[in-house]
């Protein structure tokens, strides 16, 4: 089992950047692939960006490449997403996924989610 917790959230004004952060449990941070979605209100869950267990191969949706950055840390057992450049539209609760198969994590279907954080970005 691995529990998810994300924090980072909050308001921020369009253009700004926000940090967040996704905290994991467990021994075996490693040998999990690692993702973010968000699901702004009234739509579905969409996926952001993934990364490898090693964190060498990183994906990114292409309408967010450029703008966002994920990373981790398997020391600390955390994976990261850096936003930058924040537009309204960005608006939306992110969710960080976690499953042994990369495959699953970018395909929307892992085995492990947190619980979401709230991004706000006003105009």
């Known amino acids: 089992q691995v529990q998810l917790v994300e924090s980072g959230g909050g308001l921020v004004q369009a253009g700004g950047s926000l940090r967040l952060s996704c905290a994991a449990s467990?021994?075996?941070?490693?040998?999990?692939?690692l993702a973010w979605f968000r699901q702004a209100p009234g739509k579905e869950r969409n996926f952001v960006a993934a990364?490898?267990?090693?964190?060498?191969?990183?994906y990114y949706t292409d309408s967010l490449k450029g703008r966002f950055t994920i990373s981790r840390d398997n020391a600390k057992n955390t994976v990261y997403l850096q936003m930058n450049s924040l537009k309204p539209e960005d608006t939306a609760v992110y969710y960080c996924?976690?499953?042994?198969?990369?495959?699953?994590?970018?395909?929307?279907?892992?085995?492990?989610w947190g619980q979401g954080t709230q991004v706000t970005v006003s105009s």
């Open positions: 996924a976690a499953d042994r198969i990369s495959a699953r994590v970018r395909g929307g279907d892992p085995n492990f």
């Open positions: 467990g021994r075996t941070f490693s040998t999990y692939a």
């Open positions: 990364i490898t267990g090693s964190g060498e191969i990183t």
